[in-house]
C-alpha cells in the first residue's frame, strides 16, 4: 500500500532543495547577465578580480532577500504538504474495500493485491482496490463503492478514434502499440523500469549533493532568519518614509512652506510695529513667550482714531496682522483680537516643522 504521509524531515528537504535550487537560479541568471555586460559602460573600469567582487556583491543582495522570503514561508508551506498528505492518508487508510468480491472469469475468490488512491489532483479522489484471483490469477480493478474502474482509453491525434493497444511486459521492459483501426496510425511506447529506477536514482544522489554542499549557505536557521527578517522589515519601512517623503518634498504645499520667512521675535516685533502705527496704533507691547512644542505670545496696542468703533478696530487690525504675517511662520491665533475701552491684544503662534507649516496653508487652502 502506497504512503502518502511522510515524516517532517523529508518535507524539510523537499523545501530546502527548492530554496536551493531558487538561490542557485537566480545567482547563475545575474551573474551570466553582468558577464554580457563585462565591456560596457562603467564595467570597463575592473579587473577580473574586481568585477567576480562586485559582482558577488550584487548577486548576494538579491540571494539575500530569496533566502529572507523562503525562511518567512517555510513553516506555513511544509505545514501545508504535511496536511495535504494527512489527509489523503487517512482517505486511503480509512477506505474499507467491496465486500467478497469474486473473479469474474470463474468466480472463485480473489486477495486484494493492491491499493491506491486516483485522481489526487481533485478533490473527489478515490480509492481503488485491485484484486488478483486467487484460482486463475486474473486481476480486476474496483473503487471502494464497489464500481469498476476503466483505464482511460486513448484517442488518434490525427482523427480521434479511439486506439487499439497491446501491451508486452519482459524483463521489466513495458511495450504498449497503439494502433488506429480507423486510419494508418501507429505509436509504440516503451518504458524501460530499469533506466527510469537509474534516472530516478541519479536524480535522488544529485538532491542529496545539493543539500549536502548549499543547505548551510542558502536556508537559514531560524536565528539568522528573524534577523535577516527584521533587517527586511526595517530596511523596507525606511525605504517607504524616505519614498513618501520624496513625494511630499515634491508637492506643492512642502515647497511654498519651504519659502515662508521664519522670522525671530526682533523682525516680528519691527515688521507689525511700523504697520500698526501707520494704522493708527500705537504703544506695541508683547507679554512673556510660552515656550513649548510653539512658541506663543500675547501681544497689545492701543486705538488712536476717535471716530473707529469696536468692530471697525477690531477688523482692521486683524486683517492688518493676517496679511503681515501671510508670507512667514506666524500666526494670529483663532481667538482673534479682542477689544476693550481702546486697548486692542490678541494672541501669535510661531510655527517652526515643515510639517507645521504645511499644515497651517493646509488651513488656509480650506478657508
Known amino acids: 500500500m502506497c504512503r502518502y504521509l511522510k515524516d517532517k524531515q523529508h518535507y524539510i528537504d523537499l523545501y530546502d532543495l527548492h530554496t536551493i535550487e531558487e538561490c542557485l537560479s537566480y545567482y547563475?541568471?545575474?551573474?551570466?547577465?553582468?558577464?554580457?555586460?563585462?565591456?560596457?559602460?562603467?564595467?570597463?573600469?575592473?579587473?577580473?578580480?574586481?568585477?567576480?567582487r562586485e559582482a558577488n556583491k550584487a548577486a548576494s543582495l538579491i540571494i539575500n532577500v530569496i533566502k529572507a522570503r523562503r525562511y518567512e514561508r517555510k513553516e506555513e508551506v511544509i505545514?501545508?504538504?504535511?496536511?495535504?498528505?494527512r489527509k489523503m492518508q487517512e482517505k486511503l487508510d480509512n477506505a474499507a474495500p467491496p465486500y467478497e468480491v469474486l473473479c469474474d472469469k470463474c468466480s472463485s475468490p480473489t486477495e486484494i493485491i493492491l491499493k491506491d488512491l486516483r485522481d489526487l489532483s481533485e478533490t473527489n479522489s478515490k480509492v481503488l482496490f485491485m484484486f488478483e484471483c486467487l484460482k486463475c490469477k486474473k486481476r480486476q480493478v474496483l473503487y471502494e463503492d464497489g464500481t469498476?474502474?476503466?483505464p482511460k482509453r486513448h484517442r488518434c491525434p490525427e482523427c480521434n478514434s479511439i486506439l487499439n493497444e497491446k501491451s508486452e511486459y519482459s524483463n521489466d521492459v513495458l511495450t504498449i502499440n497503439y494502433s488506429c483501426l480507423n486510419c494508418s496510425y501507429k505509436n509504440e511506447e516503451i518504458d524501460d523500469f530499469n533506466e527510469m529506477e537509474k534516472e530516478r536514482e541519479a536524480r535522488k544522489a544529485k538532491e542529496r549533493k545539493l543539500l549536502a554542499e548549499y543547505r548551510e549557505e542558502f536556508c537559514v536557521d531560524d536565528k539568522t532568519g528573524r534577523e535577516m527578517l527584521n533587517f527586511f522589515e526595517h530596511f523596507s519601512r525606511m525605504l517607504k518614509e524616505w519614498e513618501e517623503k520624496k513625494k511630499k518634498d515634491k508637492g506643492p504645499l512642502i515647497?511654498?512652506?519651504?519659502?515662508?520667512?521664519?522670522?525671530t521675535f526682533v523682525q516680528l516685533k519691527k515688521l507689525i510695529e511700523d504697520?500698526?502705527?501707520?494704522?493708527?496704533y500705537i504703544n506695541l507691547k508683547f507679554g512673556k513667550p510660552e515656550i513649548g512644542k510653539y512658541v506663543i505670545i500675547d501681544?497689545?496696542?492701543?486705538?488712536?482714531?476717535?471716530?473707529?468703533?469696536?468692530?471697525k478696530s477690531q477688523n482692521t487690525l486683524k486683517?492688518?496682522?493676517?496679511?503681515?504675517?501671510e508670507d512667514t511662520n506666524w500666526r494670529l491665533m483663532s481667538g482673534g483680537i479682542n477689544y476693550r475701552l481702546g486697548?486692542?491684544?490678541g494672541r501669535l503662534k510661531a510655527y517652526e516643522s515643515e510639517e507645521d507649516l504645511v499644515e497651517i496653508l493646509k488651513k488656509k487652502k480650506r478657508q
Not at 505545514?79 to 498528505?85: F, I, L, N, Q, T
Not at 504697520?275 to 493708527?280: D, F, L, N, P, S
Open 343 to 345: 486697548i486692542l491684544t
Open 255 to 263: 515647497q511654498k512652506a519651504r519659502q515662508l520667512k521664519k522670522l
Open 148 to 150: 469498476k474502474w476503466h
Open 79 to 85: 505545514h501545508k504538504w504535511m496536511e495535504e498528505d
Open 28 to 52: 547563475r541568471d545575474i551573474r551570466n547577465s553582468l558577464e554580457n555586460k563585462r565591456n560596457a559602460g562603467g564595467f570597463k573600469k575592473y579587473d577580473k578580480e574586481e568585477f567576480d
Open 299 to 311: 501681544f497689545s496696542v492701543i486705538e488712536t482714531r476717535d471716530g473707529r468703533k469696536e468692530r
Open 275 to 280: 504697520a500698526v502705527q501707520k494704522e493708527g
Open 319 to 325: 486683517k492688518l496682522i493676517n496679511r503681515l504675517l
